[in-house]
């Protein structure tokens, strides 16, 4: 780059018997380095444009060697000779249009681009002055010749060249080989807008200036190809709609005002002369009509992808809540007068966050589009399914009044989830909850999606994919909810909350082996509340968090107290803790018992913990990596309610357990020749021949106690042996540590 530069300087203004070999190093040189640049640099997929700009550049130098070597083809003025030079330089600035044309197509990142219209206002109002100062007196001097003719395309396709320079410069970042572009191919218009006006006599201006213009051309292309900032001239550029610059609006400006000045001020001479300017004239005109009506339609344009955006989902395209709303609000216009009711059925994927835990949210975001595309085939066209956020979906759909359409269409949406949806990763199978809510008109958009959400979590609380209607009660049972939820918030910090505890017996030998603590929470307004309805609140909002660690901490140090009092030579007792869905996928929990253990010194065998089968399956991996870690602890794992949900053998022989917890149900009519009876043998067994203990739970007669004992049940729990009471009210059971 430098000993180009410096080639170019002693060119300009060296002595005059270096200024040939001077020139002779300078295209060469540039030349050596498009043709480096092409081989090694250029990526494969992006050499097209820089061929053409190569292959120009070799048909320029190959007109500079005629016209060095030809007698008469370089001649000033020209002679005929001059055509044979002109044969290869005319196609080379046709190669330099499809480079930089090819260029252009690239680098635009989309159609809708101001910087063509404005790049044409440019090219016409540079046509207009090289017809006006240039081409025009040329002309008029030496008449039409055919080498004349052959000329005048020099400044024809300059013009055509300036425009694509133009719309190059304005179409994106301007990279300094971009800079480098715009300036060899400035230099090689200037070169020949010097060498037609020597040509035509209208200026006697030397030759030597027109070889260092055509020079720095090569030069400068060369270097616009070996700088790295090459690669983006071909690639996508982003279009930045913005206000117009000052520069750029006095540019257009001038564009459309000098020609008019000059046809005003500059005498016509002849019909050719003022035909060409009202052409030239008459086309400024319509380019500045052509860029009024692209600002316009570009606002247009814009405006609805804005409100296309406001109103439609980006993921899935499907129309948002404010799409839905409005639609609702038109939809209720109409339908009273028109004997119609809305209906809303809204959708809900059943434990959607596994999918996002297991394969990650770029699989989510899959299904959720696998999912939009079913609902679609699904509904009549009137109809409207949208997507207002995470996994939700509502289907609106207008409908006679009293008819049975929408639970019809909930039915076959229910059914069309057992297909599984085909994704990347395979295929993946999901269930939904639908709630179903309709209006017969006047419906507010809010209260309408409301009621189908409440129907939807009916049908979750129903367990999951099924279909719920909605009905005006639920709504007090939102609201209750609600309030039940205001109410826990800080029940804990208000020391609402308390520890009962329910005794677990060794049914071998009536010994008091340990203690369940179950959460109690007595509001001064409410009551006593029920754990039924308080927990699954406290699960859903996440206090069960904090109250569990509470918890947790609670029985701990109550278990210790009682062992302190019962002294070293009786039974070691143990104290069993729920562990909630939520604490089990956060790995703090680990850290949380590990601080209770060095808290009240118990030993690890002395703390269990209680998990339920379906807590575990609804994230087996994370559920499986806090579970080792507890156990890596010495903890004593317990599986609660089993039966009830999994009760698979594999998964058992996978989950790191050493308790099993019998659900009540299978106990109740135990002894009495029960249908239960060989499902608890059976239970029994399986757990015998892995080393686990049995703990039954609901135990309230002698006879299941003796039943469960003789088939060799390990532990029971029940109101046969107490209640849950409070740590106070256990003091007699804790001393005897028989239970009566």
């Not at 006697?204 to 190809?225: E, K, N, Q, R």
């Not at 149900?665 to 239970?683: K, L, P, Q, T, Y």
């Amino acid at each position: 780059m430098s000993l180009g530069a410096a080639a170019a300087a002693l060119l300009a203004v060296g002595p005059e018997p270096l200024r040939v070999p001077a020139m002779a190093l300078c295209v060469l040189g540039g030349l050596a380095a498009m043709t480096y640049s092409q081989v090694r640099i250029v990526q494969p997929d992006q050499r097209a444009p820089w061929r053409w700009l190569l292959i120009a550049a070799w048909l320029f130098f190959a007109g500079i060697v005629i016209r060095a070597v030809v007698p008469g083809a370089g001649a000033s003025p020209p002679t005929a000779m001059a055509l044979i030079p002109d044969a290869f330089v005319l196609p080379g600035y046709v190669l330099i249009g499809c480079g930089f044309g090819a260029m252009l197509q690239r680098r635009r990142a989309v159609e809708d681009d101001p910087a063509r219209v404005d790049a044409v206002l440019v090219g016409l109002a540079a046509a207009f002055m090289s017809w006006t100062y240039l081409m025009a007196p040329s002309i008029e001097q030496a008449g039409l010749t055919p080498l004349r003719i052959a000329n005048s395309f020099f400044p024809v396709i300059d013009v055509v060249l300036l425009v694509l320079i133009a719309q190059l410069a304005l179409s994106g970042a301007r990279a300094p080989s971009l800079w480098l572009l715009i300036g060899s191919a400035s230099a090689m218009f200037a070169g020949d807008f010097v060498f037609m006006l020597r040509d035509g006599a209208v200026a006697d201006i030397s030759g030597h200036v027109v070889d260092v213009l055509f020079t720095m051309t090569f030069l400068l292309l060369g270097a616009a190809m070996l700088h790295p900032s090459m690669r983006t001239l071909t690639e996508p550029q982003p279009i930045i709609v913005k206000d117009l610059s000052k520069v750029r609006t006095t540019l257009i400006a001038l564009m459309v005002v000098v020609p008019v000045v000059i046809t005003t001020i500059e005498p016509i001479n002849g019909v050719v002369d003022g035909s060409v300017r009202a052409v030239l004239c008459a086309f400024l005109i319509l380019a500045v009509f052509l860029r009024v009506v692209h600002s316009n339609n570009s606002r247009a344009r814009a405006e609805r992808v804005t409100r296309r955006r406001a109103t439609h989902d980006a993921l899935t395209d499907l129309p948002n809540r404010e799409l839905l709303s409005e639609t609702i609000a038109a939809w209720g216009a109409r339908a009273t007068t028109e004997q119609q009711e809305i209906s809303l059925l809204f959708i809900d994927l059943d434990r959607f966050k596994m999918v996002n835990d297991h394969w990650g949210h770029q699989v989510g975001d899959e299904l959720l589009c696998v999912v939009a595309g079913r609902l679609g085939t699904m509904v009549r066209g009137e109809d409207l399914v949208c997507r207002i956020g995470g996994d939700e979906f509502v289907v609106a759909l207008a409908s006679p009044s009293h008819s049975a359409i929408a639970e019809s269409l909930a039915a076959r949406m229910l059914a069309a989830f057992e297909r599984p949806f085909t994704l990347s990763v395979g295929d993946v199978v999901i269930s939904a909850s639908i709630g179903v809510a309709k209006s017969t008109g006047g419906a507010e958009a809010l209260a309408l999606i409301r009621d189908a959400d409440t129907a939807m979590y009916k049908a979750k609380d129903s367990g999951r994919n099924a279909v719920a209607l909605f009905d005006p009660s639920m709504r007090d049972v939102v609201r209750d909810r609600v309030d039940l939820e205001q109410a826990l918030r800080g029940a804990l910090e208000r020391g609402e909350l308390y520890a009962n505890y329910q005794p677990i017996i060794d049914l071998r030998t009536g010994e008091l082996d340990g203690f369940e603590v179950l959460m109690r929470w007595q509001h001064p307004v409410l009551g006593a509340v029920s754990p039924m309805q308080f927990i699954p609140v406290a699960e859903e909002t996440g206090l069960i968090v904090d109250a569990g660690t509470w918890l947790l901490r609670e029985a701990a140090h109550q278990l210790a107290a009682w062992r302190a009092e019962r002294g070293p030579d009786a039974r070691p007792l143990h104290v069993s803790v729920n562990v909630s869905v939520r604490q089990l996928r956060d790995l703090a929990l680990v850290t949380i018992v590990r601080d209770v253990l060095a808290d009240t010194g118990l030993p690890p065998e002395a703390l269990w913990l209680e998990i339920t089968e379906s807590g575990v399956m609804e994230d087996l991996e994370a559920a499986l990596a806090t579970l080792g870690a507890l156990r890596e602890l010495g903890v004593t794992m317990a599986i609660d309610d089993f039966g009830t949900g999994y009760s698979s053998l594999s998964y058992l022989n996978r989950l790191p357990v050493g308790i099993v917890k019998l659900d009540r149900s299978f106990v109740s009519d135990v002894g009495r020749h029960g249908a239960n009876e060989s499902i608890v043998r059976a239970v029994l067994a399986m757990t015998g021949a892995l080393n686990l203990r049995v703990v039954a739970e609901g135990v309230e007669t002698g006879l299941q106690r003796d039943w469960l004992r003789e088939q060799g049940c390990d532990l029971g729990q029940g109101w046969l042996f107490g209640k849950p009471r409070t740590a106070a009210e256990h003091a007699g059971l804790i001393h005897a540590g028989i239970a009566a």
